[in-house]
RNA sequence: GGGAUGGUGGUGGAAUAGGCAGACACAGCAGACUUAAAAUCUGCAGCCCGAAAGGGCGUCCGGGUUCGACUCCCGGCCAUCCCACCA
């Protein structure tokens, strides 16, 4: 009678005792070391499958795992609650977004413990809950007194879908990175943070990451975009005014045909005045034609277009007269919006150049070639200086060297460093997010709500189907006093990006129900920083750049002690695909959890999803994989099942007279030693530890015996431990049905035994040249003279040496004998 | 255009201080059990030659280093991702 492993009653069984226990709660004290495991924290956004299942199942074996091997583990879970598409859900419906969201919360709460994991719930936290924004709002207000919160009027972009402003950061190939509308230009006052002020320090600190995936800084990098160069002052010619131009090539500066201007540079209304009517007009006309236009149709979509304004500039060193053109290729909020035209030299300006007929010229030659030959684009490359005065001849490296300095003491430019990174806009015209917690006064100005009147409500919404409600809408909520001259004034309307939110939640974790501060800086000591952390490489420059970014305020404030940096370890894990595609709903692929759960059971989804691909690679889910999964759930189960009531409790090695029971031994340890190693390298190729451990399994298959021998008894002992941290109910049921009282989550993982992991006979790998000739069955620790006379004693390696004399050996112990002949 | 990562059987993958390529699993084939099927257990399985012993070829392609290369180096091809008129 073949027995089936029972996992319905089973895991519901666990479940429901782990919760009744408090089994994964994280003191803020202990003897162990401590570990922070965290994955980043979902939106509530409905269901969840298999897809999220992974992310969980990863981040719940490496936090089991470090339990088992004796740290006090911190694995938490929250809720990123406030953002779109509960408020559009909200409009569409007629239904309260928080309603939505709660409803999704309990929904997906529900289905993460369905999944086994071992969070500590007692400190569940979600960000639309007025505890958790109160803070979100008192920190804000820091950055504001410290002057990293500013509002200022500036082109931001403006997605006409979601009917809202976004971070530069959300906008992904010219689009809303939700809802994929083409962004639009728009001039609006709006609040920023000044993440720019830290932009060397989040750049430089990248080097202290090491276990962090390159491509993410390197992303960060690029993001970054640090370029050191100079700014130069150009005097426009009959104005009072100069133009700054920002460049990294100021050895290229006497090969200056035009200066390049964004159509919105302050320059422009100065220079309207002093042209002909029609150039003004002109002007006119080229600005309106780009004014609602994104940077991404300005810059990639469209040709280089121009017109000359009429205006010229002095060139501060030749004295030449050059033109001024408008142009839609030069960035109005990078390098001061202008930049010096060198068409010899730069390929956007010897694009534009050719266009529309400027002048180009040659200032810098290859090196070492005597008559260069006339070339057909631009040069691009350093190379050595020509036709530049007193700095012909240099090379381009000395040359931006000596033109700054003269440029300095000229006082017309300055060694200058820009960023690509621009400040972090954080106004959403939206409904549901956290309230900027600002009140406009026409006498006091900005106006901060004192910390004691924390937090500004959030106030029910006007539940209209089909119809966007905000808070400027809401006459009651914005007509407030000023908390500085007690006068009419109206509070900010706008709520923050959601990103404010996932900022710091790490830190709320760590003290969720503090109601007098966001964290007491104790916690912090202790449990910081974030020993691993798990999540999708889609926020590489979103969620991990921000979190940056605060967590080094926190630190310059004295609220967190030690590094100045939130997440030790950084781990991407890969998409699961299902045929060849994302899961979603439109395309009808999605394996939902609760299906799973009930199919085939959440012990063998885990091992599925830990097994198929090494975690950070895509994979598939496939119907075929996770029954090869309910299969090998099914022979533990009957592997150990005959053996409940005898095996005992014994922990030390059993004799071994077999080489069978002695291979059994090793098994065990094999799949112990493959587990920690994959912990603590922090690979988590739980894979190759599962593939042994289904070769722990056939051996335990083929040593069923009666009476069951002390190695298998020993192995079946070992077994509910072992597979704890990724099937962990039948690893409990198993501890229990050997007579256990106490959780097996409680337990030390199993040790490596060295005396188990060796081997008493090798297989000698016999090379004659390099080929493989012969396999020969030979003891362990065999010296390199014994395994020679073996080899030599084999017809086959015999047959190959011909007689020839033994030029060579290479003998790599235990291993292999390489015999190399004439 | 710049950068990152990768390319191994029918499939997912394993092998990293340079030392047996293809562990383990899925799908497949054969056998046992069964009236039968399912389930389970056992066995086979990179390609080619061979009855077998054994041999030749083989980790995207072409070179190189080495006694020995999936692994290291040079060149190329392909795939995925990221950045991209950032002056």
């Not at 779109?84 to 419906?93: C, F, G, K, M, S």
């Not at 014994?650 to 094999?670: S, Y």
Request: with cysteine; glycine share 6%.
């Amino acid at each position: 009678m073949l027995h089936m492993y029972e996992f319905a009653p089973i895991e519901r069984k666990w479940q429901e005792r782990w919760e009744r226990e408090h089994l994964y709660r994280a003191p803020n004290e202990s003897a162990k070391p401590k570990y922070y495991a965290m994955e980043m924290l979902p939106y509530p956004s409905g269901d969840l499958h298999v897809g999220h299942a992974k992310n969980y199942t990863i981040g719940d074996a490496v936090a089991r795992m470090m339990r088992m091997l004796g740290h006090n583990v911190l694995h938490p879970m929250g809720w990123d609650a406030f953002g779109l598409p509960a408020e559009n859900a909200a409009i569409d419906r007629g239904i309260d977004p928080a309603a939505w969201t709660t409803e999704n919360i309990l929904n997906m709460r529900r289905q993460i413990r369905l999944m086994g994991t071992s969070y500590d719930w007692s400190r569940e936290l979600a960000t639309c809950e007025p505890e958790y924004y109160r803070w979100n709002q008192w920190l804000f207000l820091q950055l504001f007194q410290h002057g990293l919160a500013y509002k200022r009027h500036a082109p931001v972009n403006w997605c006409p879908h979601d009917q809202t402003v976004l971070a530069n950061e959300q906008v992904v190939d010219g689009r809303c990175w939700r809802c994929a509308h083409l962004v639009e230009r728009r001039n609006l006052s709006q609040w920023f943070l000044r993440i720019t002020a830290y932009a060397d320090r989040l750049l430089a600190d990248l080097e202290k990451l090491p276990g962090w995936p390159e491509r993410t800084r390197t992303m960060q990098r690029n993001w970054i975009g640090r370029s050191e160069g100079a700014n130069v002052a150009f005097v426009v010619d009959s104005l009072d005014a100069t133009i700054e131009v920002f460049t990294t090539r100021l050895d290229t500066i006497y090969g200056v045909t035009f200066l390049a201007v964004a159509p919105e540079h302050p320059i422009v209304e100065s220079i309207k005045r002093v042209v002909s009517p029609s150039d003004a007009a002109a002007i006119d006309a080229f600005a309106a034609s780009l004014k609602s236009k994104s940077e991404l149709e300005r810059t990639s979509l469209m040709e280089k277009q121009g017109v000359f304004t009429g205006a010229y500039a002095i060139h501060p060193l030749s004295r030449e007269r050059v033109p001024i053109w408008l142009t839609n290729y030069v960035l109005a909020e990078y390098g001061g919006g202008a930049v010096m035209g060198v068409p010899g030299h730069d390929e956007r300006d010897a694009d534009f150049a050719k266009r529309h007929a400027l002048p180009s010229a040659q200032v810098i030659v290859p090196p070492g070639e005597v008559d260069p030959e006339p070339l057909a684009g631009p040069y691009v490359e350093d190379g050595l200086l020509v036709a530049s005065d007193e700095f012909s001849e240099m090379s381009s490296a000395h040359a931006r060297e000596a033109i700054a300095e003269r440029l300095v003491a000229m006082g017309a430019g300055a060694k200058s460093v820009s960023y690509k990174l621009r400040d972090w806009l954080i106004s959403r015209q939206r409904y549901w997010g956290t309230p900027i917690p600002i009140v406009h006064c026409a006498a006091c100005g900005e106006v901060a709500v004192p910390a004691g009147e924390l937090p500004v409500l959030l106030p029910p919404r006007e539940h209209v189907a089909g119809r966007s409600s905000t808070l400027a809408s809401n006459a009651a909520f914005r007509e407030t006093q000023c908390p500085a001259c007690g006068g009419p004034a109206e509070r900010e309307t706008d709520t923050m990006d959601t990103f404010f939110e996932s900022s710091w939640y790490y830190l709320r974790y760590l003290d969720p129900h503090n109601d007098t501060a966001p964290w007491d800086p104790r916690r912090p000591a202790y449990w910081m920083n974030v020993d691993q952390y798990i999540g999708g490489a889609e926020h590489a420059v979103l969620h991990l750049l921000y979190s940056r970014f605060f967590y080094k305020f926190f630190h310059d404030q004295g609220w967190v002690a030690g590094s100045d940096e939130p997440f030790e370890r950084l781990f991407h894990q890969g998409l699961l695909l299902r045929d060849g595609e994302k899961m979603s709903k439109s395309r009808g692929n999605v394996v939902g959890i609760d299906e799973t759960a009930e199919r085939n059971g959440v012990d063998a989804m885990r091992l599925f999803l830990l097994y198929v691909t090494p975690p950070e690679e895509t994979s598939s889910w496939t119907d075929d994989g996770i029954s090869g999964r309910v299969r090998l759930l099914n022979r533990i189960w009957r592997a150990c099942e005959p053996h409940f009531e005898v095996a005992g409790d014994e922990r030390t090695l059993p004799p071994t007279p077999t080489p069978a029971e002695k291979a059994l031994l090793r098994a065990v340890h094999l799949v112990a030693k493959s587990a920690i190693d994959e912990t603590l390298t922090r690979r988590f190729h739980y894979n190759t530890t599962i593939a042994k451990l289904d070769e722990l399994v056939n051996a335990m298959t083929a040593a069923s015996a009666t009476p069951p021998s002390p190695a298998l008894l020993y192995a079946v002992r070992a077994l509910p431990i072992l597979i704890a941290p990724f099937a962990p109910h039948i690893a409990e049921e198993l501890w229990e049905r050997l007579g256990h009282q106490t959780s097996v989550h409680l337990e030390r993982y199993l040790e490596p035994d060295d005396r188990a992991l060796s081997v008493d006979e090798i297989t000698l790998v016999v090379q004659v040249n390099g080929k493989v000739r012969a396999r020969i069955a030979a003891p362990a620790g065999i010296g390199e003279e014994d395994a020679m006379e073996l080899a030599m004693a084999d017809a086959n390696v015999r047959a190959y040496l011909n007689g020839k004399a033994v030029r060579k050996r290479i003998y790599v112990a235990d291993k292999l004998l390489n015999v190399v002949a004439a």
